[in-house]
């Protein structure tokens, strides 16, 4: 018995120790497997990171062959035609027109003719005209200059270089400089192009003040505050070769300028600007064609002090924001300018009220106004109806001892006034064919002017967003 006993305890003993064996050859199996499984990684890993230095010395040789390429390129002047893509733009504009009276003639009574009957104005001439044409080139210059240049090829078949200027780009504190030849910041319409204008001529009150624009050949400074409604500040100083100024052969700043724009949003559908300019100038014998009390030609010139403030008021409306379908824009601006100097005025051959070749020089001083308010009104899509009012005050000027009103008749006291209607059609936003007629009094008591247009405006290449 006792044998028995422990013959079937060893038997069990053995039983006992095969699972335990079983499992340490499992976990051993594991084991080498997860050892064969690390050590293959490892080797691939070692293979990608030879791979990725490899890949990063070759992109390092190719960059730098690239940029020895280019700056031998660069300095022997030999880049390709791709390595510099200019914005190119080119805007179309031509007019049929019929007026009662005729254009080469025309002045505005009341005040200082500010340019050629051809450049400025109603109409230019009757019967078909090609308008201003200009041509715009734009481009950055590298990350922190951008250029521009326009050029307009104007009715009297004259290439006039508008605006030529750079401007900074990354400035930062919401500064931007520009400086060069460029449409001065002052008002609301002086740094729009003709063909983006509403209608086919300038208000009176650009053509009376400003000689339809006015443009600066200087350095403006503008500054764009960092706040949730729009405030933006500028201030401009150069030359003062455009009409209010006169071209003065002097050393310094002739015209200065400066003007504040505040505007926003209320709700989802409108947004507003208003504004206030200043513009300041010294014109050193600013003169106009003419002829005196007696029929006489006569030549005369202003040398004095003209300063000019502008305010502008913009209203827009779309529905939701959405103005593809439908839109409305309120439009108005009002001038007032006074003058002080000398005013000198003489006849060719013949003595008359301005005495002859030898002239007559008197004090002269001026105070003017003049506004206009327009509204276009866009019914349906690419369909815009828009009314435009005119109206000018010359007031009286003052002469000293010498001179007085009735002998220079262009300066006689009026009130010009004009209404204009037009509708037009956009087939896109790179061509409109406008319907316009207008009635001016600007002439002169008697002399009413009505004006009709039949005008075309095309844009080909590069087309900028327009002004707000």
């Not at 497997?33 to 490892?42: G, L, P, T, V, W």
């Not at 060719?348 to 003017?368: F, K």
């Not at 206009?372 to 000027?397: K, N």
Request: glycine letters at 12%.
């Amino acid at each position: 018995m006792k044998h028995a006993s422990i013959g079937m305890l060893a038997a069990l003993g053995a039983l006992a120790s095969f699972p335990a064996s079983a499992a340490d050859a499992d976990l051993q199996s594991l084991r080498d497997e997860i050892a064969q499984m690390r050590k293959s990684y490892e080797q691939r890993i070692e293979s990608l990171e030879k791979r990725l230095v490899q890949a990063e010395s070759t992109s390092t040789q190719a960059k730098a062959a690239a940029d020895k390429v280019a700056t031998q390129t660069a300095r022997a002047g030999e880049g390709k035609a791709n390595a510099f893509n200019p914005e190119i733009g080119l805007n179309l504009q031509g007019a049929l027109t019929k007026t009662t009276r005729d254009p080469a003639t025309w002045t505005m009574q009341g005040f200082v003719p500010p340019g050629e009957p051809d450049e400025i104005g109603p109409p230019r001439r009757r019967g078909f005209t090609a308008q201003e044409t200009e041509l715009t080139v734009s481009a950055n210059v590298d990350p922190n200059f951008r250029g521009y240049l326009n050029l307009a090829l104007t009715p009297g078949n004259a290439v006039e270089l508008e605006e030529a200027y750079f401007q900074t780009l990354g400035l930062g504190a919401g500064l931007t400089v520009k400086g060069g030849r460029f449409l001065s910041g002052i008002g609301y319409q002086n740094e729009i192009h003709p063909h983006a204008w509403d209608f086919a001529d300038a208000p009176l009150a650009y053509t009376a003040f400003v000689g339809n624009k006015l443009t600066t050949e200087g350095v403006q400074v503008k500054w764009l505050a960092p706040t949730e409604t729009f405030l933006e500040l500028g201030l401009e100083g150069g030359r003062d070769n455009s009409f209010p100024g006169g071209a003065r052969n002097k050393s310094g700043t002739g015209i200065g300028a400066a003007f504040a724009h505040v505007g926003g949003d209320v709700g989802a559908s409108n947004s507003w600007r208003a504004g206030l300019s200043y513009i300041a100038t010294r014109p050193g014998g600013r003169s106009y064609e003419g002829v005196d009390g007696t029929g006489l030609a006569t030549t005369v010139s202003f040398a004095g002090d003209s300063r000019t403030a502008v305010a502008d008021f913009v209203w827009k409306w779309a529905p939701n924001g959405n103005a593809k379908e439908r839109n409305f824009k309120l439009q108005g601006e009002y001038f007032r300018r006074t003058e002080d100097g000398s005013l000198r005025c003489s006849e060719r051959d013949t003595s008359g009220a301005c005495g002859g070749a030898a002239g007559i020089t008197d004090r002269y001083r001026s105070a003017q106004s003049g506004y206009y308010l327009q509204g276009v009104y866009q019914f349906m899509p690419r369909w815009r109806v828009g009314y435009r009012h005119d109206r000018l005050d010359s007031g009286t000027p003052s002469f000293g001892p010498t001179l007085v009103v009735a002998d220079l008749p262009q300066l006689a006291p009026f009130k010009p006034t004009r209404n204009t209607v037009m509708v037009d059609f956009a087939s896109s936003e790179f061509a409109r064919l406008r319907f316009q007629v207008a009635r001016d009094t600007s002439r002169g008591a008697g002399r009413t002017d009505n004006q009709v247009w039949l005008q075309y405006v095309m844009s080909l290449g590069a087309h900028g967003a327009h002004k707000f």
